[in-house]
């Protein structure tokens, strides 16, 4: 597991090293210039005669650029180091680092010098502190450089990136590589940061999690495969098809009939012991041939009015509600009358079971502020799972306001509802309000229709594992359904990412991430018994 700082958080942590733990910043300093020196050996990128050019600012970030120019020298390579804007502010760091380059007979070269010869160009100009758009000079100078060829390496993070948000503040650096000192950044890990981080490595070079004691306010991380091995329940040697969990799935409607058969096929694929779905009559038969093993529950009838019927299918609901270990309700409902009466009742006596709520089941609660707070007091766990149009549609702001800060909005609004939220981007994020997490298993095929529907019922399934096998509640196990939902999004991410080995992402469907889920389920259960046997 990865933890994620903001500029803020990771100032702390360096100061708290340097003031509590006695490790000055000069010696932080002199080994993150030293980690990215071994991290670019490390990449068979450098030769004997290979040419280098570092780029260095005035501030702390342009410091460890000198410092690695000066190791550079040492080992005998040939590289030029260039200080770009300065006007005369310094970082005490910088005025130190310089002079002692001054005293190896080290001089810069000015900026207008740099031509395409170098095979390769170091970024040390703005480090995490960036927090404004470029100026026009500044732009073009990121141009410039991203313009050489030869391999792109970034100290710390990339020239132009906000280390919180992500967002490309008029340019950034390209980087092939990026060596990060400490901590990950979240701006690194965010789009479209991510997309100007090239590789990432994380150097150690002092700053532990012993300085997270200086942190206030959540952390966000990022999973990765090893944390689903270990969270994700074994399933029990003498279970049954009610251990594994019984879902019940409220989808579709007569003009939608992919949702609730998407749904049903991935809660299945990912581990569910039984499926029951409650849609339209008109996909009765569609959610009867593709997913036999399903039980179906209709709703609206054909020329029957719903005033007319809702009391018996009500009823009916009633009985699958108490039969179910959890509940998926909103994929391709719609938002009329029947939706919104279906939902409610379904939050009313669905009792400790969680209650997963998508697609059409979240714009109806956008409209419904009575519903809405109904959802809110729920004593069991809900989970929301919005794209970010919804998610702007539940929280009343613009989506691009919503994007200057994902991570703080999607935390903000779980905390405040009282669910665990899924907010659904090209990296989601999986939040209670008190712990978040960024899933980045997934590419950009999985923007695709249905893509969502397959989400939900994954999440339904392994949320419907645990409650089938011990019978908990949300209030019982909070951390292993946090777990459960957490691992369903990394898994289905992981799935999209399978698919890539058949095709290219152009090419990827709903259908696709479901044909793969499978096989990843297999490679994190045989990683499981490996594990086990290890132990042993």
């Known amino acids: ?48 005669d290979s040419k280098t050019l570092i780029i260095c600012g005035t501030g702390n970030n342009g410091a460890d650029g000198l410092a690695l120019a ?25 005025d130190r680092q310089l002079d002692t380059l001054s005293k190896y007979g080290l001089k810069p070269i000015s900026f207008s010098e740099i031509e395409d010869k170098y095979d390769i160009v170091i970024d040390a100009m703005f480090g995490i502190g960036l927090s404004r758009n470029l100026s026009e000079e500044r732009i073009a100078a990121i141009e410039k450089l991203n313009s050489l060829s030869g ?106 009939s992919g949702a609730c058969a998407l749904a049903g096929l991935a809660a299945f694929k990912a581990g569910a012991g039984m499926v029951k779905i409650i849609t339209s009559e008109a996909n ?66 669905s009792g400790d079971r969680p209650l997963v709520i998508d697609a059409d089941g979240l714009n109806i609660i956008s409209a419904d502020k009575e519903l809405r707070e109904k959802i809110k007091n729920r004593s069991a766990l809900t989970v929301m799972t919005p794209h970010l149009g919804e998610l702007s549609r539940l929280t009343g702001l613009g989506i691009n306001k919503i994007k200057e800060d994902l991570c703080g909005e999607a935390a903000d609004f779980a905390g405040k509802e009282n669910v665990i939220l899924v907010a659904k981007d090209s990296v989601s994020v999986v939040t209670d309000g008190s712990r978040s997490e960024l899933i980045t298993s997934g590419n950009s095929g999985m923007a695709t229709a249905g893509s ?55 090419s990827v469907t709903a259908g696709d991430i479901i044909a793969h889920l499978q ?7 045989d990683e499981q018994k490996t594990k086990s046997k290890e132990r042993v």
């Open 1 to 48: 597991m990865r933890i994620l700082l903001d500029a803020e958080q990771m100032r702390k942590c360096d100061n708290y090293t340097s003031e509590h733990f006695g490790i000055s910043s000069v010696v932080l300093m002199e080994r993150a210039a030293l980690a990215t020196f071994i991290s670019i050996c490390n990449t068979g990128k450098m030769y004997e």
């Open 70 to 94: 000066r190791i550079f020298f040492e080992g005998g390579y040939d590289a030029d180091f260039c200080v770009a804007f300065d006007e005369g502010r310094h970082s005490e760091l910088y």
């Open 151 to 256: 391999f792109h390496v970034a100290m710390d993070i990339p020239s132009g990136i906000n280390a919180d948000t992500g967002a490309v503040m008029g340019a950034a650096f390209d980087a092939d590589l990026t060596v990060t000192y400490g901590f990950a950044k979240k701006g690194m890990i965010l789009d479209p940061g991510r997309g100007y981080t090239g590789q990432l490595l994380i150097a150690n070079i002092g700053i532990t999690d012993r300085s997270l004691e200086a942190v206030e306010g959540p952390l966000f991380r990022v999973p990765e495969t090893e944390d689903v091995v270990k969270t994700l329940p074994k399933r029990p040697v003498g279970g049954n098809k009610g251990t594994f969990g019984k879902v019940l799935i409220y989808a579709g409607s007569e003009k939608i």
């Open 284 to 349: 009765a038969d569609i959610v009867k041939k593709i997913l036999p093993e399903a039980m179906v529950t209709v709703t609206g009838l054909h020329n029957s009015a719903w005033a007319d019927i809702k009391d018996d299918v009500k009823a009916d609901i009633k009985d699958d509600v108490a039969w179910s270990d959890v509940i998926l309700a909103g994929p391709g409902i719609g938002t009329g009358e029947e939706a919104r009466e279906v939902l409610a009742l379904l939050a009313d006596v």
């Open 452 to 506: 969502g529907d397959v989400l939900s019922g994954i999440i339904a399934a392994l949320l419907g594992n645990i409650a089938g096998a011990k019978g908990v509640s949300a209030k019982t196990c909070k951390e292993e359904l946090f777990n459960a939902v957490r691992n369903a999004a990394y898994i289905h991410g992981m799935a999209g990412s399978a698919c890539l080995e058949d095709m290219a992402e152009d």
């Open 519 to 525: 096989s990843v389920i297999k490679d994190i259960r």
